[in-house]
């Protein structure tokens, strides 16, 4: 004896049968990646290379500065800048530039790797202007004594730099590394979240195969979307 279905099985499996049922030939897309943000990148990005620029630019201004009169000579002012008593505060800040810059351009582990270049540079330069008054003192005895106005008076010399008058710049540097040292601390963090520049294209890709996954255009395309 044959089993009788319930009322409008049948006519329900004929229907599916006869017009094709959508959960039936619909493939399942695998789960996409955790959404792509770009909260915070183009400001740290730019705090990074707006403050990279300011460290270098306020590296190569005068640090110090002093006014020697001697008896019988021309007076002439001697100023020491930045690069002068310490050249590796401008190539850090110039590594820390090339780093924000770099942002741009990777993803991944690369990008937070290149964050963490970015923090170093900048502490490792904010660390040498924090210790480099000895480096400053003794820029400045050598600019004494190729000064015309000096008679050779090494005594003098010694004297002159330390009575030399510092200026701001040595500060404003200071301070203007601290911003990509805090951008390289926010790619370290956030880094992998945020978009690339190849992102864009893999996203079309992506939708392409999406596409094709599509039972439907299959079946147009006289495709059996079941084999």
């Given at each position: 004896m044959r089993r009788r279905h319930p009322a409008g099985q049948g006519r329900a499996d004929r229907s599916c049968l006869s017009h094709g049922c959508s959960h039936l030939l619909r493939r399942r897309r695998p789960a996409r990646a955790g959404p792509v943000t770009s909260r915070g990148y183009g400001t740290t990005v730019l705090l990074g290379?707006?403050?990279?620029?300011?460290?270098?630019?306020?590296?190569?201004?005068?640090?110090?500065?002093?006014?020697?009169?001697?008896?019988?000579?021309?007076?002439?002012?001697?100023?020491?800048?930045?690069?002068?008593?310490?050249?590796?505060?401008?190539?850090?800040?110039l590594v820390a530039l090339a780093g924000s810059v770099a942002v741009l351009a990777t993803a991944g582990r690369i990008r937070t790797a290149v964050g963490v270049i970015v923090t170093l540079a900048s502490l490792g330069a904010m660390i040498a202007v924090l210790t480099g008054s000895d480096a400053l003192h003794d820029a400045l005895v050598v600019s004494l004594a190729d000064s015309p106005a000096m008679s050779g008076d090494a005594a003098l010399q010694e004297s002159l730099a330390d009575d030399a008058t510092g200026t701001m710049w040595r500060w404003a540097t200071l301070v203007a590394l601290a911003l990509p040292a805090l951008a390289g601390l926010a790619v370290v963090r956030w880094g992998r979240e945020w978009p690339s520049m190849g992102r864009r294209y893999d996203s079309v890709g992506q939708q392409k195969a999406e596409t094709d996954d599509d039972p439907w255009k299959a079946l147009d395309r006289g495709e059996d979307p079941t084999v």
């Open positions: 290379v707006a403050g990279a620029g300011a460290a270098f630019f306020a590296a190569s201004q005068p640090w110090a500065r002093v006014t020697v009169e001697t008896q019988g000579l021309a007076r002439d002012a001697v100023a020491v800048s930045g690069n002068d008593a310490l050249p590796v505060v401008g190539g850090l800040a």
